[in-house]
């Protein structure tokens, strides 16, 4: 009988000491295992390929135990000491990474396997690490080998510094209580005057989203979303010049034509000049429905301002809130009164554990980094299957947007899938727009423990190529969307369940704004894609020229957006991959039927073929097992045209 994989063993106090021991034990501990590992398949490489590649997968666990607990705490723990050992942890497992990439000799021993001994997923294993070997430079010289080196290193620590210079850059605006007018009454009551007799409303998430969304005073919203927008600057403006040069650089040292090209090799997309032709053609087909809503929004606005001949980023949000209150029927407010946050929270977990045949079971004595942090062991088909960790709420120094990490990767018999969802609520109403976010980034760590169940760790979890992992995300969004399900967790505080009607005008308002949401989208993708391959002095200058170009909406004076979107970092060159998942979501979610979204042959069909497999297969041949054909645009395209 063999023994369940035990859960990660985190401290059992949440102050700093413990866990600044247990971070810096942890990366060491793993790391050292993963060099003895290396050092003995180098040594004494097994003489059958399959038991090479299994010391080598032993190695990989390792290193990927280290990266999880280094990127992980570096983003979320409250001690800021953790958090700076954290990354002190990421960036050992960095420079062992690249250590390893550029080491000939444990190429060598790799690349002599013989992959005609292997099974197919073994073979996919030794063929996607040989790749990984070649796109590390392993293969050039020892004075290009060393500098390829000395990048990876120093462009870790750029984005270590993009990274704390948007999260330790909170700004505020401080405004008189009569401009909340238009603001929901808890929301003003959390926000009361200070001594000086103003209300500091900040940049985070819970602050400046129903701010721009609900408040009156033109004025006010502008400011906020003013310092919004230029969080991170001026510091970030040189950190991201400096990693765009040191990303300009590898690409060349490694031959290709630029950063896109070297990142695009292993994605869906395949190619660098790809990505501008995706970005041109969803530019296309939103244009007519951008244009049409974006005229709308201007009309609304003049009402207001008569002499407005456009409308910017400090308006967008609030009249498109008008919009949909006065011309749709749809009032945010009201709609938020039937998501308290731990209804939403509860009724999320019904969803999906009803969706994907999955039992979440609380775990109240589980040790955590924050008090606030809730645990669930998960469970299918009476074994359980991993555990995962809610932490939903903003406070000092943790990440500022909504992302799932991992916190362990799952390897059959060896360490079940961990993972942790990291957004910013409030701990009231929220806006049906968060509950949507919400399910969206559940959606990765569905999907992290789904595919978790895996031989080889290269291919656990959410492990298929890059401009896929959004679109599992973006497919569990419509459960938000449906009156049927949002019924069975959405109530006001009379306990009265949310309209069907109501819902039913919620979609028809959110269909609102999608061209030019897509175009907006559009930009950023540029913008992504643009820096990476055209080097230039003045980012805030070729950021003026891409919105002209790629958004409906004029820049907004004084602000450099660029300081603060992540994903620069993160996803670099290519952001498109959200709307080209998007692409993919819509395709597969035609395959559901819409009168029973919890159709368990259907449900489980997807969860099967789609999440279960991890990265064992191409994300395509994925979506094209469980459709039965191909994917297409003509999904997206009827849907942008609704």
Not at 334 to 362: A, C, I, K, N
Not at 418 to 432: A, D, K, P, S, T
Request: glycine content about 6%; hydrophobic content about 40%; charged content about 30%.
């Amino acid at each position: 009988m063999t023994t369940e994989p035990m859960s990660l063993t985190l401290p059992t106090d949440d102050s700093g000491p413990d866990w600044l021991e247990w971070v810096g034990r942890r990366g060491d501990d793993e790391l050292a295992r993963c060099r003895t590992l290396v050092d003995e398949l180098k040594a004494s490489p097994p003489t059958e390929a399959i038991d090479a590649l299994r010391l080598w997968n032993d190695a990989q666990i390792a290193v990927s135990n280290a990266a999880s607990v280094g990127s992980f705490f570096a983003e979320v723990h409250p001690d800021k000491t953790v958090r700076e050992r954290a990354e002190t942890v990421a960036q050992e497992v960095q420079k062992l990474d690249t250590d390893l990439g550029l080491d000939p000799e444990l190429y060598a021993v790799l690349a002599a396997l013989d992959p005609a001994t292997l099974d197919a997923a073994a073979n996919r294993l030794l063929e996607r690490t040989l790749r990984d070997f070649r796109r590390s430079g392993v293969d050039r010289d020892e004075a290009t080998r060393a500098r390829l080196r000395e990048l990876s290193e120093k462009g870790l620590l750029l984005s270590q510094d993009f990274s704390k210079n948007i999260r330790e850059n909170v700004r505020s605006v401080h405004v008189r209580p009569e401009q909340l007018d238009g603001m929901p009454q808890d929301w003003i009551e959390a926000h009361p005057a200070g001594d000086d007799g103003l209300v500091t409303v900040t940049t985070d998430y819970p602050d400046v989203v129903p701010f721009r969304t609900f408040a009156k005073d033109a004025a006010a919203r502008r400011e906020l979303v003013t310092q919004f927008l230029t969080i991170g600057w001026p510091a970030n403006d040189q950190v991201l010049q400096d990693i765009f040069a040191v990303r300009r650089e590898t690409a060349a040292l490694l031959g290709y034509a630029s950063w896109a090209d070297y990142d695009a090799e292993v994605k869906m997309i395949g190619k660098g000049t790809a990505i501008a032709e995706f970005i041109d053609r969803i530019t296309d087909l939103s244009a007519d429905s951008a244009a049409r809503d974006k005229a709308v929004l201007l009309e609304r606005l003049q009402q207001d301002r008569p002499d407005a001949t456009d409308i910017d980023g400090a308006d967008v949000a609030y009249y498109a809130e008008l919009v949909r209150k006065e011309q749709l029927a749809v009032d945010a407010q009201r709609v938020r009164t039937y998501f308290p946050f731990e209804s939403v929270r509860r009724g999320l977990l019904e969803v999906t554990g009803r969706l994907f045949g999955l039992d979440w079971t609380p775990v109240t004595d589980a040790p955590t980094w924050h008090p606030e942090v809730a645990t669930y062991d998960v469970g299918f088909q009476g074994r359980r299957i991993g555990r995962i960790h809610l932490d939903l709420h903003p406070r000092d120094g943790k990440y500022k947007h909504a992302a799932q990490f991992d916190l362990v990767r799952g390897v059959r018999g060896v360490q079940l899938p961990e993972g942790v969802l990291v957004c910013n609520f409030n701990r009231g109403l929220m806006e049906h727009d968060e509950v949507v976010t919400l399910f969206h980034e559940f959606g990765h760590l569905v999907h992290h423990v789904i595919g978790g169940d895996q031989e080889w760790v290269r291919f656990s979890g959410v492990a298929t190529e890059w401009d896929f992992v959004e679109a599992p995300s973006q497919m569990l969004e419509e459960w938000a969307w449906d009156a049927d399900v949002l019924a069975t967790f959405a109530r006001n505080a009379e306990g009265e369940v949310i309209p069907a009607e109501l819902v039913a005008a919620m979609r028809r308002a959110d269909d609102f704004g999608k061209g030019y949401d897509a175009r907006t989208q559009m930009f950023y993708a540029a913008l992504s894609y643009d820096f990476h391959v055209n080097e230039t002095d003045d980012l805030t200058a070729r950021l003026r020229e891409l919105m002209r170009r790629y958004s409906v909406f004029p820049y907004l004076e004084g602000t450099h957006m660029q300081c603060h979107f992540g994903h620069l970092d993160g996803y670099s060159s290519g952001y498109y991959t959200y709307m080209w998942s998007l692409v993919i979501a819509k395709d597969m979610f035609s395959a559901f039927d819409r009168a029973n979204l919890f159709d368990p042959e259907i449900a489980g069909a997807y969860r099967d073929k789609v999440l279960a497999p991890g990265g064992r297969r191409d994300a395509a041949d994925l979506v094209e097992d469980f459709l039965g054909r191909p994917y297409t645009f003509d999904a997206y395209a009827a849907w942008l045209a609704e």
